[in-house]
């Protein structure tokens, strides 16, 4: 199916134009032998074009907006796995089961698994057993998981990688021990992948849930009543104590003690940070700031920039420089007679109100059903969020400075000249290259990989950094007709209105972007347009933020901007979300703005309409 290929419409319709076909994209200059570097069920196989041709693929820049390295792949098939474990296999959530995922020129895509009309009907009392005993015991199983998660966090901190020695310590032998350390090297990384992997299992014990619990109030108000917005539901759950939040509290206490302190001149050149930390303690008013910025620490500065799927992701924790920066704004933004804080008050009063106007149209058992439904919908609308600073920042920072200490064992052994070498390894070939060197030292003969690896490991870099100079295909294949699965709608915004402007055939004005309206809010302002974290330094005063994904621990910036653009998320992804609960205009799902705007220029984002207008 080439790109010129159409779908086949009803008549009277106008016919819909198929984005590309994978098999018909060639990959950029330089990345030939791309497919070589993944496993083979992550990509599109030959022999199954006709298969693969008739499903729809959309790019999920949301959570993996750049190329995917060999070991990074981690990330997206234990965590849409275990999505799709949780729908088909352990909820039977009655209208959806997993999502189908591929690599395509480097970059992850989704296609939703539909469940057989034919087997909803028999899944519902299933999944009402399943779910209405999470939903009846919420509280005492969220307790449980914290329990849970914290045990694995605490096993993966236990895991230590180093050298071999040059001979068995001889407490081992005398002892009858019987193994040696290689035994052991092995079993840790085993352990590595196999707690990741049971965290992830964790992660959606309770996220489904979170979703179906609003989206069962979302269908429900619209239903009784017909006009009101999707954005109105979404205020409905807004204003709840989420701990994602806190990572950027800690921060913005540190900067009240600095400045209460006296301590302010010394945040001059924060990327210095041993020296900005060794100037607070030899101050005599340092002390506060220094025990209060201990104790955020862990694990509240196990918090990345990033989202938790990259190995190059920097961690507060590990660079010290990134939160102290963040301090230092806020120093600024105090010292100019600022607030900072999150007025959660603000947003319950308007929360409060939204739902009382709609409760006022009801009476009788409609009444009744509102208000049981809402307060589900409240009771587990926090995790929906919380899960991300435990799995995606905690867990896997955890993860990913383990992962990197084991890759710097495999330099040190000539495995490859950098520090990053490993992640250019699948995750199989890294247990392959482990049981190299183990074995090359229990014979006492050089290991193969030192010959081998240090030129593949650049082969493959060569191909990763050509991939990175293409920007992905959005979807893939023809779209469907309508876009009915919940998930793909709410999560990643991608309606119908949605797939026409992409293909170029949405009634969207000159110069005008449409997405969708994921909190409220007017802004006009210059635009900054950034694609990754590392970039945060840039934003200025004033300025709206256009990236294709925001992530939450963004928010340290959001006292800077006025509105945020992105080029996917709907109603529930982690930007919307978070855009709301800090007050801030945000159009999410608008496909292009990362591509479509410059810096510089000039933007109306209105929050309530979904529009972004290009002024200049």
Not at 103 to 117: C, K
Not at 227 to 244: F, S
Not at 287 to 301: I, K, M, R, S, T
């Amino acid at each position: 199916m080439s790109e010129s290929t159409v779908v086949e419409a009803p008549p009277a319709q106008a016919q819909r134009r198929s984005f590309p076909s994978p098999y018909e994209q060639p990959a950029p200059a330089g990345a030939e032998g791309w497919k070589d570097l993944y496993a083979y069920n992550l990509v599109f196989q030959d022999g199954l074009r006709e298969v693969e041709e008739a499903k729809f693929w959309f790019c999920d820049s949301q959570h993996w907006p750049t190329v995917v390295k060999p070991f990074e792949t981690i990330g997206f098939e234990f965590a849409v796995g275990c999505l799709g474990q949780y729908n088909s296999r352990q909820l039977l959530i009655p209208t959806a089961n997993g999502i189908d995922y591929r690599i395509h020129n480097g970059y992850v895509f989704m296609s939703p698994v539909a469940v057989d009309p034919a087997h909803i009907e028999a899944r519902v009392p299933q999944f009402l057993q399943r779910a209405g005993h999470y939903f009846e015991n919420w509280q005492s199983l969220l307790e449980n998981w914290h329990g849970k998660l914290r045990s694995t966090i605490a096993e993966l901190e236990a895991l230590e990688f180093s050298a071999l020695p040059e001979v068995i310590d001889l407490d081992d032998v005398l002892s009858g021990k019987g193994t040696g350390p290689g035994t052991e090297l092995l079993a840790a990384y085993d352990s590595l992948i196999a707690l990741a992997y049971r965290a992830w299992q964790y992660h959606f014990e309770f996220l489904n849930l979170g979703y179906v619990a609003y989206l069962d109030l979302f269908m429900f108000c619209k239903e009784v009543f017909p006009r009101i917005p999707d954005q109105a539901i979404a205020t409905m759950v807004q204003g709840v104590d989420m701990e994602l939040f806190r990572p950027d509290d800690e921060l913005k206490g540190l900067a009240k003690i600095a400045v209460r302190d006296g301590l302010t001149d010394l945040f001059g050149d924060t990327s210095d940070a041993a020296g900005t930390l060794a100037a607070i303690a030899a101050h005599p008013a340092g002390a506060a700031f220094l025990q209060a910025w201990e104790a955020a620490q862990d694990p509240w500065f196990n918090f990345t920039t990033g989202n938790g799927f990259y190995a190059h992701d920097e961690y507060w924790r590990d660079v010290p420089a990134i939160p102290l920066a963040f301090v230092k704004n806020y120093i600024e933004a105090l010292q100019a007679g600022q607030d900072i804080d999150r007025h959660v008050d603000d947003l319950v009063a308007e929360r409060d109100r939204i739902t009382e106007e709609y409760a006022e149209l009801l009476s009788g058992d409609a009444l009744d059903t509102f208000r049981g439904k809402l307060g589900l919908a409240r009771t587990v609308y926090p995790y929906v969020e919380n899960h991300n600073f435990y799995i995606e920042h905690w867990t896997m920072g955890v993860f990913w400075r383990k992962a990197r200490q084991l890759s710097r064992v495999f330099q040190a052994q000539g495995f490859w000249p950098d520090a990053d070498g490993m992640f250019y390894l699948r995750r199989d070939e890294v247990r392959e290259a482990l049981f190299d060197y183990i074995n090359a030292w229990m014979v006492g003969a050089p290991a193969i990989g030192p010959s081998y690896w240090p030129a593949e490991v650049e082969r493959r870099r060569g191909i990763v950094a050509a991939l990175e100079t293409a920007r992905p295909q959005p979807a893939l294949n023809a779209p469907p007709e309508v876009i009915t699965e919940p998930f793909t709608l709410m999560l990643w915004g991608i309606t119908d209105d949605q797939i026409a402007n992409w293909l170029g055939t949405g009634d969207v004005p000159a110069g005008t972007l449409k997405g969708m309206a994921a909190s409220p809010g007017v802004a006009e302002g210059p635009a900054r347009v950034i694609s990754s974290a590392d970039q945060l330094a840039e934003v200025q005063d004033g300025e709206i933020l256009v990236a294709p994904v925001t992530a939450p621990s963004w928010g340290p910036i959001f006292g800077k901007i006025r509105a945020t653009v992105t080029d996917i998320g709907g109603m529930m992804s982690h930007a919307a979300i978070v855009c709301r609960e800090y007050g801030m205009p945000a159009v999410t799902g608008t496909g292009t703005a990362s591509v479509d705007i410059r810096t510089g220029q000039r933007l109306r984002v209105d929050g309530n309409s979904g529009t972004v207008v290009i002024l200049d």
